[in-house]
């Protein structure tokens, strides 16, 4: 969950861009660049805003403006709606104190099948994508995919969902390292659920890919490592480049510690409804995703969320996959 910091009235700041790299002191940071703010985006507001009130009155208009005003430790709440548009970061934050692109409610970007990128991030390390349903990007070619990571570092894109878009969901190139992928649903991709390239030691945490046309995971990095994940009809291209382990994938039983291949019982895959059967729950059988992870739900921050069709929170051993 997206931490609200109080606003500063008046308070000003320089554009800070992490191209040059962090700061590496989070305090120091934060007293440079004052106080962080929160900021809204709404469909009916006005990028002539101030951007500072969740009124009509009050909120930008676009994703964009947030993206342009920004700096480090800054959050923008997104309500909800559909945001027709490609948002490309100014900014970037810095080490314990990233930039925040967080949705309230169901807020969805579409590409209406002429926009390349939901998000292009270029140059801009430590930002936070949460929460966003993504859409609707057609195959433009070359690295071009519904979130493009191009040489920036510690970028999260985390309890999202992307799907029917025609190029890659997520693809990171250049010297992108340190990306994190935590907690997203994936699904019917025409090319590639990720490419995690780039500068690698990019980690993968309970995520689900389905139905990619090209892979699951094109090519790779050895120093990546893919963690409580299910690949289903999403084919990985190199098993060994990086460290799989807790994972369920059709094609075969992965290298690694906990590791299985076994038909995850989503309840309706074919109707995007990628809850896991639970008998709890009213399903006929257990899915065998249950209790199948890595470490303790709540160690994960998943205790919240579910993988059941009753919406119970995930209790005791984390079950894979995505977590609604």
């Known amino acids: 969950m997206a931490v609200l910091f109080t606003l500063v009235a008046g308070a000003t700041r320089a554009p800070f861009s992490s191209s040059s790299g962090d700061s590496g002191n989070a305090l120091a940071?934060?007293?440079?660049?004052?106080?962080?703010?929160?900021?809204?985006?709404?469909?009916?507001?006005?990028?002539?805003?101030?951007?500072?009130?969740?009124?009509?009155?009050?909120?930008?208009?676009?994703?964009?403006?947030?993206?342009?005003?920004?700096?480090?430790?800054?959050?923008v709440l997104v309500q909800?709606?559909?945001?027709?548009?490609?948002?490309?970061?100014?900014?970037?934050?810095?080490?314990?104190?990233?930039?925040?692109?967080?949705?309230?409610?169901?807020?969805?970007?579409?590409?209406?099948?002429?926009?390349?990128?939901?998000?292009?991030?270029?140059?801009t390390n430590h930002l936070v994508v949460d929460g966003l349903e993504i859409t609707n990007q057609p195959d433009c070619g070359g690295a071009d995919s519904a979130v493009t990571?191009?040489?920036?570092?510690?970028?999260?894109?985390?309890?999202?969902?992307?799907?029917?878009?025609?190029?890659?969901?997520?693809?990171?190139?250049?010297?992108?390292?340190?990306?994190?992928?935590?907690?997203?649903?994936?699904y019917n991709i025409d090319d590639d659920g990720s490419t995690p390239t780039g500068g690698g030691n990019h980690t993968f945490r309970n995520n689900t890919i389905y139905n990619a046309g090209g892979f699951g995971l094109e090519s790779g990095d050895a120093t990546n490592v893919f963690e409580n994940n299910i690949f289903w009809l999403a084919t990985i291209q190199n098993t060994a480049l990086g460290t799989f382990s807790y994972n369920d994938y059709d094609a075969a039983v992965l290298p690694g510690a906990g590791n299985i291949s076994s038909d995850p019982l989503f309840v309706n895959a074919g109707g995007a409804d990628f809850h896991l059967s639970h008998v709890a729950a009213?399903?006929?059988?257990?899915?065998?995703?249950?209790?199948?992870?890595?470490?303790?739900?709540?160690?994960?921050g998943l205790d919240t969320r579910t993988t059941r069709t009753d919406s119970v929170g995930d209790a005791g051993t984390v079950d894979l996959g995505f977590h609604y």
């Open 80 to 123: 909800a709606g559909t945001y027709a548009e490609t948002v490309s970061p100014l900014n970037g934050g810095a080490a314990g104190n990233p930039i925040t692109y967080q949705a309230q409610g169901l807020v969805i970007v579409d590409g209406g099948n002429v926009r390349c990128n939901a998000f292009a991030i270029s140059g």
């Open 282 to 300: 009213g399903q006929g059988s257990d899915s065998p995703a249950i209790d199948a992870g890595s470490a303790a739900a709540a160690a994960l």
């Open 149 to 186: 990571i191009d040489n920036a570092d510690n970028i999260t894109i985390r309890n999202s969902v992307i799907h029917d878009t025609g190029r890659d969901a997520i693809y990171f190139s250049g010297t992108s390292s340190n990306g994190l992928i935590e907690n997203n649903l994936i």
């Open 29 to 75: 940071a934060a007293a440079s660049f004052g106080t962080p703010q929160t900021y809204y985006v709404r469909t009916d507001g006005s990028d002539a805003n101030g951007g500072t009130s969740n009124t009509p009155g009050g909120a930008w208009l676009t994703i964009q403006k947030a993206a342009d005003t920004m700096v480090a430790g800054d959050t």
